[in-house]
């Protein structure tokens, strides 16, 4: 197993969690450092969404350990106290405020207080205003700012998704299949974002594109039947006969 | 920090709105009270107290919209939080009584000695005083609300399973009143009111000041639920509205934000059916009955939800079509209502003031875009002369 290692932003050990009888994570141990982007692969029903559900507290494991930060216990918590503890997570469908402007996608998401009263008497102060533009400049949406979430593109929502986890300033993103649906140029272009934004915080991706996970240049773990396969780079991971035999030769 | 939150709740349709309710509140009491009854502008005292009432029903639906159009909550139980502030000021009125009752007791309202009962139930204690009485009219709405709500919305009850479960609580509150030995006068209720705070219920007088009451009120909650629509926390309401565990993961508790929301508007419906007893004379157990809390969600849906003003205009509407209605002819109003619902669900889902916004915004829009137009052929037009 997988030694705890106190600088460790994300670690899960022994994870196992099943629906009506069916395993869909099998002791699945998994590591994230800070800083790190990593990748994760694997077959439909390999238990990556679940794998996300259980460390946003969605999900509660049957047994197993899931620690954040070192010591702070993911599965006694729900989704909102593990949000406001630093874990962003963005959706394999894109789910924005479609009755929102984009500028309101992105106060809502701004890592301020969330509490009733915090939120009635909120008033935008002018850091969180430059904040927000600074991020509407960076996921391109500056000319849209007060267009209803509703009218924007795929693509643009997928953006504007990876905006609103900008702005709640997550130490760990979990990113559920960022370019699905996208163009080729769009899926360039998040790959870029992507890698910037892991200069500063640890973020993990779903992916089912093998040329975007090329793209990004990064560990790759590939997940099977609810546990880890194999581990490495890309071109180990893509050469292991297991991963072949299971994903790729499929 | 309240001022902002008061100044940003006024929006120029709220504003225009909370103008014509204070201006009704003046205007309707004069022309009862000052002119003669034969004068052409005089409002006679059963079209004051009439109109009251619509009042009355117009704050439960702004209530219910607060959770219904905002929150995605669609309680069909807002007519119980209703009767509960109606009994409260009812228990004020039957101890106003005093010793005019059919029995004459001091201290026991009627159907109490007729029931052989010896003293006061506790928690009768207090209703004597008009302040309390009128703090209770806030307080077990609220709190019967806020209890409901921790569990429901703690349990993550969403959906047609809390509507059904809402229905549920005025339907055992309904069963629960009916009984004498509860105390509140059983399949009666509480009526034979004589005073107010030492008026002649029966007066013109009172029933213009009850008038003007209801449309203070109701100008009063219209400004609240404003501001708490147009703050931040009215927006992650309808965040919730749209896409709750969205909103779950950006770090909020949605149970705490729901669970506020449907006991500010409990507490409302509770001000709304303790300015509605006085001016009708009675509330019994008949107020809980289902089919009234699925009748305030037509006033609601018919004037357009989510909009504030719309379920105003539509309790009103509703109200005075069926005073109108069953009047002319009483055995169709049941049939009228029904047809009006599928009408309005199928032809203005966003109801009458909703589908109005609408087509005023899309009006503001064109010519908005044709202005822009205007100037660009302007420039172009300028743009030849200048090379000359």
Redesign the interface.
């Known amino acids: 197993m997988t030694e705890k290692n106190p600088r460790t932003l994300l670690y899960l050990d022994g994870v196992s969690v099943s629906f009506d009888g069916f395993k869909a994570l099998n002791s699945l141990s998994f590591v994230v450092e800070p800083g790190e982007l990593r990748a994760i692969i694997g077959p439909n029903g390999a238990g990556k969404t679940t794998m996300m559900d259980i460390i ?1 507290g ?1 999900t509660r494991p049957d047994e197993g350990e899931v620690f954040f930060k070192g010591d702070i216990d993911l599965t006694k918590r ?4 593990i ?2 503890l630093g874990i ?2 963005k ?1 394999q469908k894109p ?6 402007t984009v500028w ?1 996608n992105l ?3 701004l ?1 301020r207080g ?3 009263f915090a ?5 935008l102060t002018g850091e969180d205003k430059r904040r927000i533009e600074e991020i509407l400049a960076t996921v391109r949406l500056t000319a849209r700012r007060d267009d209803l979430a509703a009218g924007l593109s795929h693509g643009q929502k997928q953006w504007l998704e990876i905006g ?1 986890l900008l702005a ?1 300033e997550p130490e760990l993103l979990l990113v559920d299949e960022p370019v699905a649906g996208m163009t080729d140029a769009e899926t360039a272009e998040t790959a870029i974002l992507l890698k910037d934004i892991a200069k500063t915080r640890s973020v993990v991706v779903v992916e089912h594109d093998m040329g975007f996970i090329r793209d990004l240049g990064v560990k790759v773990t590939c997940l099977a039947e609810g546990s880890v396969l194999a581990e490495g780079s890309i071109d180990f991971v893509s050469n292991d006969p297991k991963v072949i035999e299971n994903y790729l030769g499929r | 920090m309240i001022t902002s939150f008061l100044v940003k709740s006024l929006d120029r349709t709220i504003a225009v709105a909370v103008a014509i309710l204070l201006l009704l509140a003046v205007i309707v009491p004069a022309l009862n009270l000052l002119t003669a009854p034969d004068h052409p502008l005089h409002v006679p005292t059963y079209m004051v107290s009439l109109f009251g009432k619509y009042l009355t029903y117009a704050l439960l639906a702004l209530a219910l919209d607060l959770v219904w159009g905002f929150c995605g909550i669609l309680s069909l139980g807002h007519a119980a939080f209703f009767a509960l502030g109606g009994y409260a000021m009812g228990m004020y009125l039957m101890r106003q009584i005093g010793a005019r009752g059919s029995y004459g007791n001091p201290l026991l309202p009627d159907f109490m000695v007729f029931l052989n009962w010896k003293e006061l139930p506790w928690f009768w204690y207090g209703f004597d005083m008009f302040w309390f009485a009128a703090l209770m009219v806030i307080l077990v709405p609220g709190l019967v609300a806020f209890v409901f709500g921790w569990f429901a919305f703690r349990s993550r009850v969403n959906g047609v399973y809390l509507s059904i479960i809402t229905q549920a609580m005025t339907y055992a509150l309904l069963l629960a009143f009916f009984r004498n030995d509860m105390g509140f006068g059983g399949n009666n209720g509480l009526t034979d009111f004589k005073d107010i705070l030492g008026f002649n219920i029966q007066a013109d007088g009172t029933r213009a000041a009850l008038f003007a009451a209801s449309a203070l009120a109701l100008a009063g909650s219209l400004v609240v639920t404003s501001g708490i629509v147009g703050s931040k926390f009215g927006k992650v309401l309808v965040a919730l509205r749209d896409a709750e565990s969205r909103t779950r993961f950006l770090g909020y508790r949605v149970e705490h934000m729901k669970l506020f929301a449907f006991t500010v508007s409990a507490m409302m419906a509770g001000i709304a059916g303790a300015l509605y007893v006085p001016q009708v004379g009675i509330i019994n157990p008949g107020e809980f009955a289902p089919a009234n809390s699925i009748e305030v969600v037509i006033w609601t849906a018919v004037g357009g939800r989510g909009t504030l003003i719309g379920p105003i205009v539509g309790a009103i509407l509703v109200n005075g079509g069926k005073s109108i209605f069953t009047a002319a002819f009483p055995e169709f109003w049941l049939f009228a209502l029904g047809g009006l619902f599928v009408l309005v669900t199928l032809f203005l889902p966003k109801g009458v003031v909703g589908t109005a916004q609408h087509h005023l915004a899309r009006r503001r829009q064109a010519r908005a875009a044709a202005r822009k137009e205007d100037e660009q052929t302007d420039l172009e037009d300028a743009k030849p002369m200048a090379a000359e």
């Open positions: 946003t969605k729900d989704e909102a106290e949000a406001q962003g997570r959706f789910t924005v405020f479609e009755n929102h309101d106060e809502l998401a890592n969330r509490g009733v939120t009635l008497f909120y008033r609103m709640q």
